[in-house]
């Protein structure tokens, strides 16, 4: 293993040493790295090296298929199950290193090669999934099970291997295959459809004012809109065009552009003009309508349910889950609906109070919401955002983030310079163990830059495995937060710190594994549990006691005042009535969706929203946060089923956090190593829900995430 050299000169020669292992005329893909802990050689990979390694990867892959296939020896978990877990190697080399460059450092040539691979890889991977002869030999290893001497793990790896083939139809006999196929393809075009007629129907509407129209207006806002006309009158096509923008002020229902209006603006009128265009996206009864969409694809869900053997595509989606039944999920949502729905009221009659004061003679609506919330915000919860930054520089985050670990898992960060990165801004660290040892390296990539995606993500560049003998993770961090000016550092925002220690949780839950089979290791659990690592590293963020260990002002030093700490802490507490009953409502409705029998689902009608808002009660001054016509996660992406798993993560962290509340010490020794041996080192290797009951000790309570959120009747 290679130290950290501290003399310059060392560096530079270590660093042409470890160039030259590799051989410039052969793929970088095909030749063993030699760099300290196999980190990918970033310089060395070039552009036209991705697809020969895609399509050799993807042969090897199949090749090796066809060896476990044609093994002459009885099925066994060694020889099939094991073996499946060594294939595919070089397949996954290459598409760690470039799905994640894709995403982070992409170029016109990377975005290309997506397009092109992303049919190909999904075409691979049906090959083996849906391969008749390996299925057969997981099917009779399943069959098996109770005469074979198999681990805990080993037991939990067959299954799951034997569900994926299950859940993509295996067991089906032809016809029915057929039929799946039919389905899933009608599917994605409707998918597709819904997507591009949400999108027409976002831009299709477009609030263009007058100097006269904009009373209330902060320059920002104003200076924005003023942008988003002369940008339209660039992109005007005849002179009338140009006319329509010419000095005028432009809002559209993107929400980046209709929330601050909605906040500011005095002009009620407009003010509901916007909201009712945002409300209204896909239900205007016109060719980009997406009604019928919606109803067609939740009878498609429920047929392909049926066909699978389910009652309905939300008992299909939930096998997988934490919450195993449409039940369980809607009797969570269920207990935190009542709470939320009521807080909401309160925050309904606060801002009827202030409309009053102002002798206004109206009944708050749906389109007054962020106006006046806004001034009881001020009134009650202000918090000034840019009093806070200065003591928040990255450089100051990340060793909160790390002394966090350090004090709970006595983990140990040394930066290393001698390896080279994708980019300068992706700074590398090893991580070690309390007793030294190392755990792994990681990535953290901070700055945002035009070749990243939006967002913040965690991902990796290398798994861990203790399959052929200890092989540790690369695991990255990549963000979006403001690059340094001049000579400042980058000053983050609470809510920026936030993310920092969500996503180090994530990093955390992928840096901790220690699990035999790779497939297993990490970040490979549930939709609804895989928050939980991310979301619970963010409790620690907000506790005084650690805020005041890292948090000092970059100029002056000075530790962040307590008066300053208890303002941030009260801001977590407003409006949440608002934010709980509108995601809540959202997550009710996609249940409602999707627990429909064929038969339902066949005279769906066009109140179904309706009649599913007022079967729970929801007033009308808020809106789902989707509606049925733009809930793109539900109908254009993968969250049919599965808008709830944000909530229940939150159930579960608060109650998790609650434990350490409990002991008086969120540091405790105890409950740290609990923590990491059964949540945070144990990947997917047993159920979800066991892995929590093991380190709580009882299943999840809602109460916690009540009281954090002031759902608890402590805020009315
Ligand atoms: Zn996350």
């Known amino acids: 293993m290679k130290k950290l050299i501290l003399i310059s000169g060392l560096i530079l020669m270590i660093s042409c040493q470890e160039k030259s292992k590799l051989d410039p005329n052969v793929n970088p893909f095909f030749q063993d790295w030699t760099t300290p802990y196999e980190v990918p050689p970033f310089m060395d990979i070039k552009n036209e090296d991705y697809m020969p390694a895609f399509k050799k990867g993807m042969e090897e892959n199949l090749a090796e298929i066809e060896v476990i296939i044609k093994n002459a020896e009885a099925p066994t978990f060694a020889n099939t199950i094991e073996e499946l877990e060594r294939t ?429 089979y790779g497939s297993m290791a990490g970040t490979s659990g549930p939709r609804d549990f895989i928050e939980l690592p991310s979301q619970l590293l963010e409790h620690w963020v907000s506790e005084p006691e650690v805020l005041k260990s890292f948090a000092t002002h970059y100029e002056t030093g000075e530790t962040i005042p307590d008066e300053l700490i208890e303002k941030l802490l009260k801001a977590g507490k407003f409006n949440q009535g608002f934010i709980n009953t509108e995601y809540l409502a959202a997550s009710l409705l996609d249940m409602d969706w999707h627990t429909m029998s064929e038969v339902d689902a066949q005279k769906i009608s066009n109140n179904f929203e309706k009649n599913s808002m007022n079967k729970i009660g929801l007033i009308d001054e808020i809106a789902p946060r989707y509606r049925s016509t733009y809930f793109a996660h539900i109908f254009s992406g993968g969250y049919s089923s599965g808008y709830y798993s944000y909530v229940h993560a939150a159930v579960l962290d608060s109650d998790a956090f609650e434990a350490f509340k409990e002991v008086g010490n969120v540091f405790d020794p105890e409950l740290s190593s609990k923590l990491r041996k059964e949540i945070y080192e144990k990947g997917s290797t047993e159920e979800a829900m066991d892995l929590y009951v093991n380190f709580r000790g009882r299943k999840p309570i809602i109460e916690p995430l009540l009281k954090i959120r002031g759902l608890d009747g402590s805020s009315d």
């Open 88 to 516: 595919g190697k070089l397949l996954s080399k290459v598409q760690r290193v470039f799905s994640n460059l894709a995403s982070s450092n992409t170029n016109p040539k990377l975005q290309e090669l997506q397009r092109e691979l992303s049919p190909m890889l999904s075409a691979h991977y049906d090959k083996i999934v849906l391969n008749e002869d390996l299925f057969n030999r997981v099917e009779e290893i399943w069959n098996n099970r109770e005469n074979t001497d198999l681990t805990k793990e080993q037991q939990k790896l067959l299954k799951d291997t034997r569900k994926q083939f299950v859940r993509s139809g295996a067991l089906l006999n032809d016809s029915q295959k057929k039929q799946i196929t039919e389905i899933n393809s009608k599917l994605s075009e409707l998918s597709t459809e819904f997507g591009q007629n949400l999108l027409a129907e976002t831009n299709g509407f477009e609030l263009i004012l007058n100097k006269s129209d904009l009373d209330g207006l902060s320059d920002a806002v104003v200076s924005a809109a003023s942008e988003a006309a002369s940008q339209k009158m660039d992109q005007a096509e005849s002179e009338e065009e140009k006319e329509k923008y010419k000095d005028k002020y432009v809002f559209t229902p993107h929400r980046t552009s209709m929330y601050p209006f909605l906040t500011e603006s005095t002009r009620r009128d407009l003010r509901e003009e916007l909201y009712n265009s945002y409300v209204m996206r896909g239900d205007n009864g016109n060719e980009t309508d997406n009604n019928d969409i919606a109803a067609q694809m939740a009878k498609l869900r429920a047929e392909r349910a049926n066909i699978m053997g389910h009652k309905t595509h939300a008992d299909f989606i939930l096998e997988e889950n934490m919450l195993k039944t449409p039940d369980e999920v809607y009797d969570l949502l269920i207990q935190l609906w009542k709470p939320a729905l009521k807080r909401a009221k309160v925050e309904v009659a606060d801002m009827q109070a202030v409309a009053d004061l102002e002798g206004k003679d109206f009944k708050i609506a749906a389109w007054d919401w962020w106006h006046y919330s806004e001034k009881v915000r001020k009134e009650k919860y202000d918090l000034d955002e840019a009093a806070i930054r200065p003591y928040l520089s990255l450089d100051n985050v990340i060793q909160g983030v790390f002394n966090t670990t350090n004090k709970l898992w006595g983990l140990n960060f040394r930066e290393i310079f001698d390896i080279d990165s994708y980019h300068p801004d992706a700074r590398i660290w090893e991580v070690t163990d309390k007793d030294g040892s190392h755990l792994a390296i990681f990535i953290g990539d901070y700055f945002t830059r035009s070749n990243k995606r939006g967002g913040a993500w965690m991902s990796s560049f290398k798994g861990q495995s203790n399959l052929d003998g200890r092989q540790r993770p690369i695991v990255v961090n990549v963000c979006n937060f403001p690059a340094p000016v001049g000579d400042n550092p980058s000053l983050l925002s609470f809510e920026n710190a936030i993310t920092l220690f969500h996503e180090f949780g994530h990093a955390m839950h992928g840096i901790l594994t220690d699990v035999t």
